[in-house]
C-alpha cells in the first residue's frame, strides 16, 4: 500500500511540474526536405502561460548540426532570412513560428526529412526550462523567395 502511495504522489507531482511549465508547446512541426536539401526548418505555436516575458533563447536536434532562430524581413521585394539571439513569448500570448516569419532554421542535416518521420528537439528557455519534444514531418508550401 504504502508504494502504492508513494507512486501515486509521484505521477502526479510529474504531472504538476508538467502543468507548471510557463511555456507550452502547440503544433509543432519540422518540414519536409526536397533531395539534396541541405537544411529544413521547425514552426511551432508558443503560448506564454506565466506572468513573465520568457524567451525561447537556443534550441537542438540530433538530427541536424546546427539550429538557429530566425526570422524573415522584407528588402525591397525580397524576402530574408536573419538569425535572431531569442524569440520572446509576453506574458499571458501567444508566439507563432510559421513559414515566412519567425522559426527555426536547422542546417548539416543528418539525412533528409521525409513526411512521416519524426525529429527530436530540445528548446531552452531563458527561465532555465527546457523543453523534449518529439515533431512530426510535414510536407509544407511554401511559394517566397528568400535568400539566406
Known amino acids: 500500500m504504502r508504494s502504492i502511495l508513494l507512486a501515486l504522489s509521484l505521477l502526479f507531482s510529474v504531472h504538476v511540474a508538467a502543468n507548471d511549465a510557463a511555456i507550452t508547446v502547440n503544433e509543432a512541426y519540422a518540414r519536409a526536405t526536397p533531395p539534396n536539401a541541405p537544411t529544413s526548418a521547425i514552426f511551432m505555436q508558443m503560448n506564454n502561460n506565466s506572468e513573465q516575458t520568457v524567451s525561447l533563447v537556443s534550441a537542438s536536434t540530433p538530427a541536424a548540426g546546427r539550429v538557429e532562430l530566425h526570422t524573415m524581413l522584407m528588402d525591397g ?3 530574408q532570412m536573419r538569425q535572431v539571439e531569442k524569440i520572446e513569448v509576453p506574458a499571458g500570448k ?3 513560428l510559421k513559414p515566412g516569419g ?3 532554421m536547422l542546417f548539416d542535416l543528418a539525412s533528409k526529412f ?4 519524426e525529429v527530436e528537439l530540445t528548446l531552452v528557455f531563458s527561465d ?7 515533431v512530426p514531418v510535414k510536407k509544407v ?6 535568400h539566406h
Open 128 to 134: 532555465g526550462s527546457q523543453q523534449q519534444l518529439t
Open 102 to 104: 519567425l522559426h527555426l
Open 141 to 146: 508550401m511554401h511559394k517566397m523567395k528568400h
Open 94 to 96: 501567444q508566439v507563432e
Open 114 to 117: 521525409a513526411e512521416g518521420e
Open 77 to 79: 521585394d525580397v524576402m
